[in-house]
C-alpha cells in the first residue's frame, strides 16, 4: 500500500474537489437561463409529427435498421423513433440532427446516466425538473427525455443563431469546445436521409 504524506491527501481531495466543481456541465447547471426555463415549462402538449402514413412507414422502417444494433426491443425503438421525430419537429429541429445527438449522447440507452447526472437518451441534466416546477418527471422516461432534449437544443440553436456548432457544444456545456461537435456530425452521417 503507498502511503501518503499527512498534507498530499487533503491537497488531492481538494483538486478533485475543484475538477468536479468546475466541471463544464455543472458550471452550466448553477446559471439557469430563464428563457430556457419558460420554454421547458411551455412544452406541454404534442402532436403526431409525420402527415402521412405512408412517409411515417417509410421513415420507421428505414431507422428502424439503423438503430437495431443499439436497442433490441422493438417496441422501445418505434417508440424512441417516433417520439424522436416528433418532438424534433416539435422544436424545429431536424430529425436527423437530434438522432446523431442521441446517439453521440447515450447510444439509445434510455437509462444512460452519466458521470455528472444527465440522464436518458439525451443527457438531461436533471436540475432542470425543479426548474421548471415538475420534480416528478422521469429523464429516462422516452417522451420526457426527448421532450426536455429538443426543447433545449432548439433553444441553444436559436441563442447561436443558427450556428450549430455553437448550439452543440452549449448544449453539452463544452462551449469553446469543438470535440462534441466533432463527434455529433460524425454521427450525423449515420442518420441523414
Not at 21 to 28: D, G, I, M, Q, R
Not at 153 to 158: C, I, N, Q
Request: some cysteine.
Amino acid at each position: 500500500m503507498i502511503q501518503m504524506r499527512p498534507v498530499i491527501r487533503p491537497l488531492l481531495l481538494c483538486c478533485w474537489l475543484l475538477a468536479v466543481t468546475l466541471s463544464p456541465k455543472l458550471l452550466a447547471a448553477t446559471e439557469v437561463d430563464q428563457e430556457l426555463r419558460q420554454l421547458l415549462k411551455d412544452a406541454a402538449n404534442s402532436a403526431e409529427s409525420f402527415d402521412d402514413r405512408f412517409d411515417a412507414e417509410v421513415w420507421l422502417l428505414d431507422m428502424n435498421t439503423r438503430i437495431r444494433r443499439y436497442v433490441e426491443d422493438d417496441q422501445e425503438r418505434l417508440h424512441i423513433l417516433r417520439s424522436a421525430h416528433r418532438e424534433a419537429s416539435r422544436a424545429g429541429l431536424p430529425v436527423d440532427l437530434v438522432l446523431a445527438v442521441i446517439h453521440t449522447e447515450s447510444r439509445f440507452q434510455r437509462f444512460a446516466i452519466s458521470s455528472v447526472g444527465a440522464q436518458g437518451l439525451m443527457q438531461v441534466m436533471s436540475f432542470w425538473k425543479n426548474e421548471i416546477g415538475r420534480s416528478d418527471d422521469n429523464l429516462t422516461d422516452i417522451d420526457t427525455n426527448l421532450r426536455y432534449g429538443c426543447t433545449i437544443l432548439a433553444y441553444y440553436l436559436k441563442k447561436a443563431n443558427n450556428d450549430l456548432t455553437e448550439a452543440l457544444a452549449r448544449y453539452n456545456g463544452s462551449y469553446g469546445s469543438y470535440r462534441y461537435p466533432r463527434k455529433v456530425y460524425a454521427a450525423l452521417d449515420r442518420y441523414e436521409e
